[in-house]
């Protein structure tokens, strides 16, 4: 690129080296792949890290117990991608930033602070016990019938998305979920797969219930009421409403008519009834802020602004609470990780860490004293180099295990944090930004308004390409609309003689993608939006494990009625409103 901040207008080396590059990631995104470290290497990687202070002797010789891999996943292969394209110079530092940074309308920020802010405040809520609690108040107070609490959960998911969006939900829904299948003794497949529809189909209601909304209102300046919801409550609704006798008769058999009444006091699961009600409050108040503030004219009030400081006084109300309540947040951590239906004993670790293809950090913050058993998969032999020196010294490792003794509740939610996927989303946005300065958004532009001559074929083309191709393979539902953002900006495509000719076309392109970029957070992969990636971690915190596999199978038949419907809706909306 001659201006490395620039857009070229040509397809060069560099062009298509960064589409393999992207195609690459996504394909490592999708399907992981460990790679065993040599035996040589894995010792080398362990006496630098020792002799570094990363380590200590007992976690130098733990992992020497262990064949450790290194993972090309979400977790690495983004950053890999961006730094090798960085290296080859096919990106600049401008790249970085704008897919950072963003721009006026895009700002890819938003985004993670949002996504991180809440995240960290449901976490801390899951910890008090709060929702294990409702979740036991629910089930006792739902009768003995389970398709009526089926139906009362579908619903109430719905209402709650249309409102709070998807994040939110996922969030605190999921952890719900786990419980009160536990407690209830239910199969938790049909429940979890309900909420995780309902989430992301609701959420293209309000502006203000998905990050892609957000981008796709602000990019094309629309009034968040009259050009927002206007036209997609009706395509978000109906074929929520049609996704329930499919659900139903998907999971007819694993719904039981009758369920056994539990004799479990809900209230006794509350662990720490202070932290439950300050937590839930401000989950509570954010959220409504978050509502409100979506309407200030010339959004004026961006998303960190309220996401910020809400995540802030979560994690200095957990800090303030370790320090002046000590015995109570070491009795409220320690009946978490003692309660069978909690985590600990109820989840085997190990399993869940492979689910979400990460070490939990809590494996090198634990006790030298709980060391696990050594993996029999061909373990390498403990070296020399891990001998335990004659004076312990202060490692990393050691100095979290200390502020973990001193701040119990605190680290309890912070090693739970889903931080791999803030690196793995920025990266993407990165991505994302470089196809565009290298020149491929300009040819998808053309090559979209050549399908995109129709309103008709407008609303049905970009809507399944969205739903059911970018989302689920172009990292994420938010780096899809951006780039279909882009594309419908781009002057070969909202200048083409179609769209002059009929005002329409662009207007069924975006108000499809915007269902296309919510409907497509269930397509095939966990990977199409950020809350997949999400639901994917805390169901398997929770023990319970959904295979790439499963998750694409249950997901076909919902995807491709619900962006049917929707796209027939849009295409009647056009006519109708326009």
């Known amino acids: ?117 809440l995240a960290y405040i449901s976490i801390a809520l899951d910890g008090t016990g709060a929702l294990e609690a ?154 409504a802020v978050l509502v409100g503030t979506s309407f200030v004219p010339g959004h004026a009030v961006e998303v960190w602004m309220v996401t910020m400081p809400a995540g802030v006084l979560a994690f200095l109300f957990e800090v303030t609470s370790d320090l002046w309540r000590p015995r109570k947040q070491r009795g409220a951590v320690h009946q978490q990780a003692t309660d069978p239906s909690a985590e ?48 312990k010294g202060i490692s990393c490792t050691s100095l979290m295990r200390t502020l973990a003794r001193r701040f119990p509740g605190t680290t309890r939610t912070l090693v739970r944090l889903p931080i791999p996927l803030l690196p793995f989303a920025m990266c993407e946005f990165i991505l994302v930004r470089g196809l565009e300065q290298r020149g491929w958004i300009a040819v998808f532009a053309r090559g979209f308004a050549n399908a995109c001559t129709t309103p008709a074929r407008t609303v049905f083309f970009m809507g399944f390409v969205s739903a059911a191709f970018l989302c689920p393979l172009a990292g994420t539902n938010i780096g899809a609309t951006i780039i279909l953002v882009e594309i419908m900006r781009d002057p070969a495509f909202s200048q083409s003689p179609a769209a002059l000719a009929d005002p329409r076309i662009l207007l069924g392109a975006i108000y499809s993608v915007a269902m296309g970029s919510n409907i497509g957070a269930f397509s095939y992969t966990f990977a199409g939006s950020l809350a997949g990636l999400l639901w994917r971690g805390l169901l398997a915190d929770k023990g319970i494990t959904v295979s790439q596999l499963k998750f694409a199978l249950v997901n076909a038949l919902p995807l491709l009625m619900q962006i049917t419907t929707a796209s027939a809706i849009v295409l009647g909306e056009l006519y109708w409103f326009a």
């Open 344 to 391: 600990d004993h109820a989840v085997d670790r190990t399993s869940a860490a492979k689910a979400q293809d990460q070490l939990p950090l809590g494996e090198l913050i634990k006790s030298p004293k709980e060391e696990p058993e050594p993996d029999p998969e061909s373990p390498p032999s403990r070296g020399p180099d891990c001998k335990y020196s004659p004076s």
């Open 1 to 117: 690129m001659n201006d490395p901040g620039g857009q070229q207008d040509h397809l060069n080396g560099h062009s298509g080296f960064i589409l393999a590059v992207f195609c690459v990631v996504s394909i490592f995104v999708i399907w992981p792949a460990r790679i065993p470290l040599p035996n040589h290497v894995q010792r080398l990687l362990l006496l630098l890290l020792r002799r570094g202070r990363i380590i200590s002797d007992d976690d130098c010789r733990r992992l020497s117990a262990r064949r450790l891999y290194f993972s090309l996943s979400l977790k690495t292969a983004p950053v890999i991608g961006v730094i090798l394209l960085l290296a080859t110079t096919t990106i600049h530092g401008s790249t970085i930033k704008l897919g950072i940074k963003g721009d006026e309308s895009i700002k890819p920020y938003d985004v993670l602070v949002l996504f991180i802010s």
């Open 134 to 287: 409702v979740a036991l108040w629910v089930s006792k107070r739902g009768g003995s019938s389970g398709r009526l609490l089926f139906a009362y959960l579908y619903s109430f998911f719905l209402l709650t998305a249309c409102i709070v969006g998807n994040d939110p939900l996922i969030l605190s829904g999921t952890p719900f979920l786990a419980y009160l299948t536990h407690h209830a003794k239910l199969e938790p497949e049909a429940w979890i797969f309900s909420e995780f529809m309902a989430a992301n189909t609701a959420s293209a209601v309000l502006v203000s219930s998905n990050p892609t909304n957000i981008l796709i209102a602000g990019s094309f300046s629309l009034n968040y009421l009259t050009d927002f919801t206007k036209w997609t409550i009706l395509p978000s609704i109906v074929p929520a409403i049609l996704t329930y006798p499919i659900l139903t008769g998907m999971f007819w058999k694993k719904i039981p008519k009758t369920l056994t009444p539990l004799e479990i006091d809900p209230w006794s699961k509350l662990r720490d009834r202070t932290g439950a009600i300050v937590l839930s409050s401000l989950m509570l108040v954010t959220v």
